[in-house]
């Protein structure tokens, strides 16, 4: 292995640019006559839109023009579509009101698009905003989950109990039966915490449109830009994907907030044909509080069968999930196929019934974020785990143990849907045990308990499905889209290469791991391999990255597009080595004849496709440029064992994580000092959702955690180092090996730290905790006990 | 509309500015010097750090006026032609940044802290830190980087 | 946000009532206040600029006094639409209670913020609402039952810049009446919003 393969720590190529300033984030760019959009939003949750009077802010100075809903309806605008459509246990489908990018008759959170001030400046634009008078009547909005359940208060009209869908996955009357045979039943109730993405970098969009040709390009924040141009040319905007480029360069994190289609991408690219000049907008934080997509936000009863050794029969779940104001993009696959199929977690429950009552309301649309679904999956089984262990009486690794799915078991058969391709859980699982110390916990425990402090050690075990997915079966299951990855690999004359990939790097480092493969595939120098991203005008296609999937996805299709080049250059190094394509060896970038020392190295064979002089013209085209399409056959299955070991002051309720150990098997690895990065990235928001993080909204519908002075944020201070490490059996769903590890921190801390803040307090009669598990709750805890 | 002049990374920089413009406006908008970024509206962030007169400052929180004849020195300053500053390049050793929005700051910020204190302990670092928000690494790779680059500063 | 309180004032009911519904005293005591319009008896409008160095914000508030039962109670109630800004909305349950020479005033408030405000005042707002009503309601005893000389104006556009620097307003020293709390709720609002947000 040399120092830049598959395989090595590589440091990043993109870093140059970013820690000298030099990065491209949308904000930073500026068109020729740019004018600035401020956008009005809504103050009220809920509320009749009786009247928008723009006219003194449209006489305020700079101000070039105003649009309202009612304006951009005139013009029959689309709704903003959702890509998901799930069926309810009835088999009707989901209700799906729409969702007009500004708001027309009625607002339904605070935050939701008003009107849009167009001015010369940034402040005047704002200035002006200030000048347009609304006259709202507010209505009762319906803001937790059981008040819209009854009705009351409807989101909207057409849908009755605000009920999005009822949906259900599993066997019913087998879990029942699963129940009526157990020896002992486990109960628990339990919410998954609301939380806010919150890249660093607000969201931000700058749309133009060239009146001489009729196309548009929108530069905006997205994680998926070609995703962004189907969705809104062919369902909002109507514009042809010819005339419309969608540009992403550098973007500062997305978690997932930004794989979204944003009413304000469609309002701006509208609204800059209306003016014929380019329109910026950038986001304060504020404005990304109440309108990037929130995340999580379950209530979910639980029941769990055992038999009198504690193996596990059934699973039974019902869950409430907050759904928001609208649907947005993938809000509706998040509790339901993201969320129901991995139930079974890594064990053999032969039995799971699961059903999903998803809600509007009058708060922000709940959509993906880091992990979607497969955190409040892990968190309720995981939790649901100890409970049991420690209402029978064993112990919480050896209850694990005993139902864990063995090595030889693969392929392995859920009762949710899934099939497991390949893994070996114990393995992880007691690599995690050693690597924390688990067996010297209790002298630890004494040591603290020395000093006043309460100690505990929480177990949390994992399983992701990602590598979003087969086609078929996503869109069997209701996906409106395609899942497949494109690659395209265009060698140049010289043999420098770029790869263009329809994934989107925004922090995973991309432009460095897709390089690694490419240089390693194809035998050339790393730093002869470019990678391009996030423009549909560079790139051919792609469907972006989420869901853990740009390696496990468009990985293989990087590979493919190579092979590809492969084959093709052999042909090319057959006939001017005039040896037979059979002949001919390729290792190490160079191509040989076997068993001689006749040979080409790869700028040989690639200068002689562009100059064709010598080559075989009748049978092959000049030039070497190859794409590939990549649709996998299975989800990748990342699992793993986290474990996460707190200090509690009894006195101040104040929980210290001071160790935390994560084992995660995520297949091949490319890049181990990336890899680390990522689940070190994921395990801090693990770590925030169950410490620190939490939305709160009051009764009326108004957000109140809407600043980071409510929000709390994990800190520096707040996180200890953390101790991470790879336990991989190689990937078997496609050709790279590889699984994906975006995801896997989020989703296994934090039932890692509750199962810790628990077993420190258990000796003080403290049997439940909820996230975020703050000071004062732990305090009240510890109290109330 | 008032004038302001300062130097910012050694050059004499003059212009006309609205009175309530930002620091991190002005060097944004008027200088184009899009290095230093906002990541929020409440000064919580850091992103936005730079150095005025060699202390870190939040360049949100400071009206481009209270800068006049100051010295600023910005993430775009730092590096030596095509050699980095021994920070900027101990976060890249170490991995110390992904998405990179925050990078700026926080290199700005550590520069700062070694400046102040030769030699951190990791608690420092973290203690240090307190007013920039990375949402990314976990901070794990982002104290190592900055360790590393304080005895970079000092060797 | 509700609270209660009761404060006795060393004066007559009547006196304590005439002083409740004395619109110039509004005017003249509300820091910032641009105007005040009587629309009906019931119904008061007023605009209220808040500047804090170079920040500045308007808001447009109505005060409705509604349930009157002269000289024993009513309700007040208001609202203050910022704008882009959010709004602030409010009522209080006034009722007064002759104590021998004395008036027992009792208040009830509740009162919601939304949008911005909400979203990056309201723990704030919480604290100066409660510390404003206190401060009002201790002005208020004391103008009734003290010299009409207070009422000077250097001392009624008094404004603590520090305090307001903190997101505590204190400012009203000036001496204001119950509708005007409604009022300094939301001229509270708008400084703190001008503070967080600008």
Not at chain 1, 602 to 630: C, K, M, R, T
Not at chain 2, 23 to 32: D, S
Request: net charge negative; glycine share 10%; charged share 20%.
């Amino acid at each position: 292995m040399t120092e830049t393969n598959i395989g090595a720590p590589v440091k990043r190529v993109e870093d140059k640019r970013f820690l000298t300033g030099r990065g491209r984030y949308t904000d930073d760019l500026n068109q020729p006559n740019q004018l600035y959009a401020s956008i009005l939003r809504s103050p009220h949750a809920h509320a009749n839109l009786k009247k928008v009077d723009v006219s003194q802010a449209k006489a305020a100075p700079g101000v070039i023009d105003i649009f309202t809903g009612s304006d951009m309806a005139a013009d029959e605008v689309g709704s903003l579509p959702c890509g998901w459509q799930i069926h309810s246990k009835d088999g009707s489908p989901m209700n799906e009101p729409g969702h007009p990018p500004m708001a027309v008759s009625k607002v339904r959170h605070v935050g939701d698009q008003v009107a849009i001030v167009i001015a010369e400046t940034k402040s005047q634009a704002r200035d002006a905003m200030e000048q347009i008078a609304v006259d709202y009547e507010v209505l009762p909005a319906a803001v937790n989950m059981d008040e819209a359940l009854s009705g009351k208060a409807l989101v909207h009209d057409d849908v009755p109990n605000n009920m999005c869908f009822d949906w259900e996955i599993g066997d019913k009357e087998a879990t029942e039966n699963s129940f009526s045979d157990a020896h002992k039943v486990v109960s628990i109730e339990l919410i998954n915490n609301r939380l806010i993405p919150n890249a660093m970098e607000p969201r931000a969009a700058v749309a133009q449109f060239d009146p001489s040709s009729g196309n548009y390009t929108l530069h905006t924040t997205t994680q998926n830009p070609h995703v962004i141009r189907l969705l809104m040319g062919a369902f909002v905007l109507q514009i042809p994907e010819h005339k419309l480029r969608i540009i992403s360069h550098d973007v500062g994190g997305g978690f997932g907030s930004k794989i979204f289609h944003y009413a304000e991408e469609a309002i701006l690219t509208w609204a800059s044909a209306k003016v014929s000049q380019p329109i910026k907008w950038t986001a304060e934080r504020s404005e990304s509080f109440v309108t990037d997509a929130h995340g999580r936000d379950h209530e979910t009863k639980a029941d769990l069968a055992l038999d009198k050794d504690g193996k596990f029969l059934g699973l039974r779940v019902s869950t409430k999930a907050n759904i928001g104001a609208y649907l947005s993009t993938f809000g509706s696959s998040v509790p339901t196929y993201l969320y129901g199929t991995l139930l079974a977690g890594v064990y053999k429950t032969p039995a799971i019934y699961c059903e999903v009552k998803t809600v509007f309301t009058n708060t922000v649309p709940v959509d993906a974020y880091r992990g979607a679904g497969r955190p409040e999956c892990t968190y309720l089984l995981e939790r649901l785990v100890d409970k049991a262990a420690k209402e029978t009486g064993i112990d919480p690794v050896e209850i694990r143990r005993i139902n864990m799915i063995q090595p030889d078991q693969f392929p392995y058969q859920t009762p949710v849907a899934l099939q497991y391709d390949v893994g070996d859980y114990p393995k992880a699982f007691e690599t995690a045990l050693k690597a924390s110390d688990y067996e010297g916990f209790s002298s630890r425990r004494e040591k603290s308990e020395g000093n006043g402090k309460k100690r505990g050690i929480g177990i949390s075990t994992y399983i992701e499905a990602c590598g979003i997915a087969p086609s078929a079966v996503a869109g069997a299951l209701g996906a409106r889209a395609g899942l497949y990855e494109s690659a395209q690999v265009r060698v140049h004359p010289t043999g420098s290469v770029t790869l263009y990939t329809g994934t989107h790097n925004h922090g995973q480092g991309h432009e460095t791991t897709f390089a690694q493969i490419v240089s390693d595939t194809l035998g050339i120098a790393f730093d002869q391999v470019e990678v391009s991203h996030g423009d549909t005008g560079e790139v051919q296609f792609g469907m972006g990255t989420y869901g853990s999937r740009s390696l496990a996805v468009g990985g293989p299709a990087v590979l493919k597009a190579c092979n590809k080049i492969i084959d093709k250059a052999k042909k090319i190094a057959a006939h001017i080595l005039e040896a037979s394509e059979a002949d001919i060896d390729f290792k190490d970038g160079v191509f040989s004849v076997s068993g001689t020392d006749r040979e080409l190295a790869f700028g040989e064979v690639s200068l002689a496709a562009y100059v064709p002089h010598n080559y075989p013209i009748e049978e092959l085209e000049p030039g070497l440029d190859e794409n590939a399409f990549y649709d996998p056959l299975n989800f990748s299955f990342p699992a793993g064992c986290h474990i996460c070991e707190v200090e509690i002051d009894p006195e101040t309720g104040e929980v210290e994580v001071t160790d935390f150990t994560a084992v995660d098997d995520i297949g091949r690895v490319i890049n181990p000092m990336i890899v680390e990065g990522q689940v070190q990235g994921g395990v801090a928001q693990g770590i925030g959702q169950a410490l620190m993080e939490g939305c709160v909204y009051d009764k009326e519908g108004q957000l109140l955690t809407g600043s980071y002075m409510d929000y709390t944020m994990p800190r520096a201070d707040n996180l200890p180092n953390l101790n991470v490490s790879t336990e991989s059996v190689l990937g078997a769903s496609n050709p790279l090996e590889v699984k994906g590890v975006g995801e896997v921190g989020s989703i296994g801390a934090p039932p890692a730290v509750i199962n810790a803040i628990l077993d420190a307090l258990s000796s003080l009669g403290v049997e439940d905790i909820s996230m975020p598990a703050s000071p004062s709750k732990v305090w009240q805890a510890i109290h109330n006990a | 509309m008032p004038t302001v002049s300062m130097t910012v990374n050694g050059e004499n920089v003059s212009s006309e500015v609205e009175p309530r413009t930002l620091l991190v406006q002005y060097l944004r908008e008027n200088l184009g010097l899009t290095g230093t970024h906002v990541g929020c509206d409440t000064s919580q962030c850091g992103a936005c750090v730079v150095h005025v007169n060699g202390k870190s400052a939040k360049s949100c929180t400071m009206l481009a006026v209270q800068a006049e004849g100051s010295e600023v020195s910005t993430i775009e300053g730092l590096a030596d032609g095509d050699t980095l500053h021994p920070m900027q390049e101990a976060f890249r050793e170490n991995h110390g940044l992904q998405c990179g929005f925050c990078t700026p700051g926080m290199v700005m910020s550590a520069i700062d802290l070694v400046q102040t204190n030769s030699n951190p302990s990791e608690q420092d670092v973290r203690e240090w830190l307190e007013g920039n928000l990375c949402r990314c690494t976990g901070y794990h790779n982002i104290v190592k980087s900055i360790l590393a680059g304080a005895k970079t500063m000092q060797g | 946000m509700e609270m209660t309180g009761e404060y006795r004032i060393e004066a007559s009911r009547q006196k304590v009532w005439d002083a409740l519904n004395d619109p110039e005293i509004l005017k003249q005591s509300i820091p910032g206040c641009e105007e005040i319009e009587r629309i009906s008896d019931t119904e008061l409008a007023a605009k209220v600029v808040a500047k804090v160095g170079p920040v500045k914000a308007k808001f447009s508030g109505q005060v409705t006094i509604s349930d009157l039962d002269p000289p024993n109670s009513y309700r007040i109630s208001g609202e203050g639409k910022g704008g882009a800004a959010g709004f602030a909305k409010g009522g209080a349950n006034i009722s007064l209670k002759s104590d021998g020479e004395a008036t027992i005033l009792s208040y009830e408030v509740d009162a919601t913020v939304g949008g911005k405000l909400a979203q990056l005042g309201a723990r704030l707002i919480d604290g100066t609402a409660k510390k404003m009503a206190g401060d009002f309601f201790k002005n208020f005893a004391e103008v009734v039952t003290e010299d009409a000389d207070l009422y000077s104006a250097e001392k009624l556009n008094e404004v603590d810049t520090n305090e307001i620097n903190h997101g505590i307003n204190t400012s009203t020293r000036s001496k204001i009446s119950i509708s005007s709390w409604i009022i300094g709720l939301i001229l509270a609002a708008a400084v703190i919003l001008a503070i967080i947000v600008y």
